[in-house]
């Protein structure tokens, strides 16, 4: 069984910065694209960063210049480093296959609040 599981959200003030984690089980992440996805309850669920596996990446322009993904294959795992964050960012953030995301691999997500 897949399981995908994020962590290190929390609430952060206006410019405030987190680093949220992935973790695989049960898959290898150096075969694929992987990505981080946020929704906020009524919304559609928004890719927002995509790394390759040779280490390219991809951002929505709303994020650009703020956000990094990173992976560590040795340690089965995919970051998110945020900075400079926006109460716009708040969101539940999911990690998933970066191109085409599988239905059955949507973790519980980790809350991610930025507000004074």
């Known amino acids: 069984q897949v399981q995908l599981v994020e962590s290190g959200g929390g609430l952060v003030q206006p410019g405030g910065s987190l680093r949220l984690s992935c973790v695989g089980s049960?898959?290898?992440?150096?075969?694929?694209?992987m990505g981080w996805y946020r929704q906020v309850p009524g919304n559609q669920r928004e890719l927002v960063a995509r790394?390759?596996?040779?280490?390219?990446?991809n951002y929505a322009d709303s994020v650009k210049g703020r956000f990094t993904i990173s992976r560590d294959n040795t340690k089965n795992t995919v970051y998110l480093q945020m900075i400079s964050l926006k109460p716009e960012d708040t969101a539940l953030y999911y990690c998933?296959?970066?191109?085409?995301?599988?239905?059955?691999?949507w973790g519980q997500g980790t809350q991610v609040t930025v507000s004074l």
């Open positions: 049960g898959i290898t992440f150096s075969g694929y694209t």
């Open positions: 790394i390759t596996t040779v280490g390219d990446t």
């Open positions: 998933n296959f970066g191109i085409v995301p599988h239905s059955d691999y």
